[in-house]
Nanobody, 129 residues
Framework: QLVESGGGLVQTGGSLRLSCAAS????????IGWFRQAPGKEVREGVS?????????VYVDSVKGRFTISYDNAKNTVYLQMNSLKPEDTAVYYC???????????????????????WGQGTLVTVSS
């Protein structure tokens, strides 16, 4: 399973670090991604993903230079460090895992998330202006 934490309320320009703790599966065999769903939006858009086996990362343009994804092998946890937050970053953030690196990369870049294998319950991030 995947369990997210770290969400909260922060002012514009502030920072938060989200955590996604993975258990019950060999996370080295999966690619893990972060997605977000803004209030009132139906689409869960891709943010970033990482392959724990080699550290390869993908970011969407809207978060490049502001967000950093990382993986702690000892804790089986993926982190999303979010800096310079903007009101438009307000969303429920979900982590997902999939054995297909290409499928996860495509999902991150296109927000086509239908076939991803595992999802967490989400954590709310609110950025006030």
């Amino acid at each position: 399973q995947l369990v997210e934490s770290g969400g909260g309320l922060v002012q514009t320009g502030g920072s938060l670090r989200l955590s996604c703790a993975a258990s019950g599966f060999p996370s080295d065999d999966y690619t893990i991604g972060w997605f977000r769903q803004a209030p009132g939006k139906e689409v869960r858009e891709g943010v970033s993903c990482i392959s724990p086996s080699d550290g390869n990362t993908v970011y969407v343009d809207s978060v490049k230079g502001r967000f950093t994804i990382s993986y702690d092998n000892a804790k089986n946890t993926v982190y999303l460090q979010m800096n310079s937050l903007k009101p438009e970053d307000t969303a429920v953030y979900y982590c997902a895992a999939d054995r297909g690196r290409v499928r996860m990369t495509v999902a991150t870049k296109t927000s086509y998330t239908t076939n991803l294998e595992l999802w967490g319950q989400g954590t709310l991030v609110t950025v006030s202006s």
